[in-house]
């Protein structure tokens, strides 16, 4: 069993700021991608960052300059730091992991998801 459990969000003014974190825990060997989607309301699920193993990070175009993802705690945990957030940025913020478990198989994992939201 591999749990991914979500914290942080909230309610933000315009040019805010907030952190999401993530932590992965369970019957993990090892994690090769951890990530951030996000879901706005009547849209789809769609890519905010990813981080690879060792720190490769991949930002969509919206979110670029803006937001910063990491790994840290032996790189099972994941945060997505949003500085300069705009009202589009609101949306049900996921947690992602493809994860190579203990039994040597390579499965997705999702957080809980998390309420952001950016209004005045």
């Known amino acids: 069993q591999v749990q991914l459990v979500q914290s942080g969000g909230g309610l933000v003014q315009p040019g805010g700021s907030l952190r999401l974190s993530c932590a992965a825990s369970g019957s993990i060997f090892r994690i090769n991608l951890m990530g951030w989607f996000r879901q706005a309301p009547g849209k789809e699920r769609e890519l905010v960052a990813t981080i690879r193993r060792g720190g490769t990070a991949n930002y969509a175009e919206s979110v670029k300059d803006r937001f910063t993802i990491s790994r840290e705690n032996g790189e099972n945990t994941v945060s997505l730091q949003m500085n300069r957030l705009k009202p589009e940025d609101t949306a049900v913020y996921y947690c992602?992991?493809?994860?190579?478990?203990?039994?040597?198989?390579?499965?997705?994992?999702w957080g809980q998801g998390t309420q952001v939201t950016v209004s005045s």
């Open positions: 992602n992991a493809q994860i190579l478990t203990m039994s040597l198989k390579t499965e997705e994992y």
